[in-house]
């Protein structure tokens, strides 16, 4: 090719300024404000937060100073409506459903430090990425296991796993067809990267983007990234403007709690972070997930003094649902079972099952041994008996990917969580998928819990026709063999 004359130089050079100037993006989390806030909080009096919380009651959400009242208040009184009202707020708009995924790690190949990590470059330990064929053979026990939804895993690295690796890793379970059905929906959660590169996720069909802040406190994060790309606080902050540059405007954000002194702080930052998204593309995140800190290889957990405990997390859990009542919550393994039972009352809609979270983790009993799992997980149980211990307590698990597949993303997802429509479109996808699972997956003892939950479930959809329609569904789902409906 030609060199370009120096006009033309010019002309390049100014555009990868603006493309630098782009992805650099700007701090949008304003600490002094969060900290006086905070401050302020600790002298709201009990009537005022009485107040804020009849109008949490009326699903308003919240604002920022209502927020921070919120998180400090320790007063029993205040922790028990907090929590009545979380509890409403799950039931009327998600109802008893729980939406099923499982993480799939494909790399550990890492460049960052992230301290509390053990893929961070410091630790060392046999580094190794699936093979296309190994990636199907986790997608194979994963099916079989039930699930329909996945959250793709990575280190970065761009050497050793490029984004071509990640879409080829997408591709082929994508590809990959099943006699009970297929993996509907691929969620990734790699490293913040760049426009280009997220259009590249969106053309190969993504669900969520999803991706932790890890902290919104400045200085905790670069405390705790002193290396590689991820040390950039604002380029990480800002990757969910180029997900959207991109084309995505499916994201989910969430913080690692247990890295910063206040967790409270964090769960402001998640505030801001959201509006953020709001006022700029009309959308905000479609799910918060909230990690804590566990224990992994290579990092010692005594080394890391604000681990958040659990009537603290508890709280933060039910005042983010409270916060943003149309934000999916996601809580992972990383919880035990008590902890997992419990916030599922309060505001979870979405959890893991059956999970690994080291590369080749699934196909690990059947060929290896060595592993280095990113973090010990606290839920050991397997698929099927988390499943089928949600239902003894009175919910729904779900497999729909009905929205992703309707093209029902960003902000149109919100319009019908707002509306209220939940009930007409999510139940009906919930029972249909939950009849489909336990005949491609269930005995009969479970079977006839599944159909006990129809019966009782079927009434509560509120459209007639729709309610007729899942009922003949689940027909055909159980005499015929026919899969795959949704609405
Ligand atoms: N490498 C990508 C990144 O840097 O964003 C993808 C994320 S990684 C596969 C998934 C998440 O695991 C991280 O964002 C972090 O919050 C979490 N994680 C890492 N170490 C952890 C630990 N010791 N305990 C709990 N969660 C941890």
């Known amino acids: 090719m030609d060199e370009p004359d120096a006009g033309e130089k010019t002309v390049a050079a100014e555009n990868v300024c603006e493309e630098e100037k782009k992805n650099a993006g700007e701090n949008f989390i304003n600490r002094e404000y969060i900290e006086g806030l905070l401050k302020e909080a600790r002298n709201v009096d009990d009537g005022t937060i009485g107040r804020y919380l009849d109008k949490a009651e009326n699903f308003e959400g919240l604002n920022h100073r209502e927020i921070a009242a919120l998180l400090v208040s320790d007063a029993p009184e205040h ?239 039910a005042v983010i649902r409270i916060a943003v009542p149309f934000t999916g919550m996601i809580l992972s393994t990383r919880e035990n079972r008590v902890m997992r039972n419990k916030l599922l009352q309060l505001g979870i ?35 099927v008996s988390i499943i089928s211990e949600l239902m003894d307590d009175g919910h729904i698990p779900s497999f729909c990917t009905a929205c992703y597949r309707s093209g029902r993303t960003g902000d149109r997802f919100m319009i019908l969580a707002k509306s209220g429509q939940i009930r007409n479109v999510c139940l009906p996808n919930a029972l249909m998928t939950l009849s489909e699972y336990s005949m491609d997956y269930g005995d009969d003892v479970f079977r006839e819990k599944v159909a006990a939950i129809i019966d009782r479930e079927v009434p509560e959809i509120a459209d007639e026709r729709i309610r007729r329609r899942t009922i003949a569904n689940v027909e055909k789902i159980r005499a015929s063999g026919e899969r795959d409906f949704f609405v």
Not at 355 to 375: C, D, I
């Open 79 to 317: 922790l028990q409506r907090i929590f009545d009202i979380a509890g409403k707020i799950k039931r009327r708009i998600y109802g008893n459903r729980i939406v099923m995924f499982a993480p799939l790690y494909v790399s550990d190949y890492c460049v960052n430090r992230c301290r509390y990590c053990s893929f961070n470059n410091g630790h060392s330990f046999t580094r190794r990425k699936l093979s296309m064929d190994e990636v199907r053979e986790e997608v194979k026990i994963l099916e079989k296991m039930g699930h329909k939804r996945l959250a793709l895993e990575a280190g970065e690295h761009d050497g050793e796993c490029p984004i071509d690796y990640i879409l080829d890793c997408i591709h082929s379970i994508y590809g990959m067809k099943f006699e009970n059905g297929a993996i509907r929906r691929v969620n990734v959660n790699i490293a913040a990267t760049t426009v280009e590169n997220y259009r590249k996720l969106k053309e190969a069909g993504i669900g969520t983007y999803i991706l932790f802040q890890e902290t919104y406190h400045e200085p905790t994060y670069t405390r705790l990234h002193p290396a590689g790309p991820k040390k950039d606080f604002v380029r990480h902050l800002t990757a969910f403007d180029r997900a959207q540059e991109g084309g995505i405007d499916d994201v989910g954000g969430g913080v690692l709690f247990g890295l910063a002194a206040d967790p409270y702080f964090e769960v402001l930052g998640l505030m801001l972070h959201n509006e953020h998204l709001e006022e700029r593309y009309n959308v905000g995140f479609h799910t918060i997930s909230v990690p804590r800190l566990c224990s992994a290889p290579g990092m010692n957990l005594g080394e890391f003094p604000h681990l958040v405990d659990d009537a603290v997390f508890t709280k933060i859990v």
């Open 349 to 383: 809609s979405q959890i893991s099952a059956g999970s690994s979270t080291e590369v080749g983790g699934y196909m690990k009993g059947e060929r290896r041994e060595a592993a280095n799992p990113q973090f010990l997980v606290n839920d050991e149980r397997s698929a």
